[in-house]
């Protein structure tokens, strides 16, 4: 069983994917922890409906990063759980060298684009934008770069007539809901974990 910490700061559709995809036997792992840097987010609600330990991390006082020593408090945090693989689902901060070197090669994040392909904000618009004729979800491992790192796995959709950058991005999303359970099973059979 390959345990996982899943970090985020939002919705946590991607967090509640992995964890009905392992609770239905379809991925072998187990989540120890879940993490957010938002008081109330919904990530942690979805945590407690799977009985899975969950806890609100303070940030600190900068906007895009944590402050060190909430760092630290992370690695800890995903230490002492066991915790053998990161799993990014909505979150908002940077990764700095501290996490990396405490997980080297195992901290993944999934982006609503076809990396390299519109990294940063809003992903889907950008694509929308760029009037490009598909979109899609990449799972990735971090490095020190935003939505930059060697590609794991990687699902094309569709951008259809008509579409609204409401209609791209749940089609996206459902999209990553199947691809990030695939992504890190495919990581366990290639032994890469
Ligand atoms: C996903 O679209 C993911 O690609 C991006 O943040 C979003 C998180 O959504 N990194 P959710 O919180 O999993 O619903």
Redesign the pocket.
């Known amino acids: 069983m390959l345990a996982l910490g899943v970090l985020?700061s939002?919705?946590?559709?991607?967090?509640r994917a992995l964890l009905e995809s392992i609770r239905r036997g379809q991925l072998a792992a187990e989540v120890k922890v879940v993490i957010s840097d938002v008081v109330g987010a919904p990530?942690l609600e979805i945590a407690r409906e799977f009985g899975v330990p969950h806890l609100y991390l303070t940030p600190g006082k900068f906007r895009s990063r944590l402050e060190p020593a909430a760092e630290a408090q992370l690695v800890r945090v995903l230490q002492d759980a066991g915790v053998e693989l990161v799993v990014l689902?909505?979150w908002m901060r940077i990764v700095k060298q501290e996490i990396l070197q405490a997980f080297p090669r195992r901290i993944i994040?999934?982006?609503?684009s076809l990396l390299p392909k519109f990294p940063g904000l809003a992903a889907w618009q950008q694509a929308l934008q760029a009037n490009e004729k598909h979109a899609g979800?990449t799972v990735h491992f971090v490095d020190e770069q935003i939505d930059h790192g060697a590609i794991i796995a990687q699902r094309e959709v569709p951008i259809l007539p008509g579409d609204s950058a409401e209609s791209l991005h749940a089609r996206i999303?459902k999209a990553?809901h199947a691809l990030y359970p695939a992504a890190i099973r495919q990581l366990i059979e290639e032994g890469a974990i």
Request: net charge neutral.
């Open positions: 985020g939002g919705r946590g559709s991607n967090c990530i689902a909505g994040n999934i982006h609503p979800a999303q990553e």
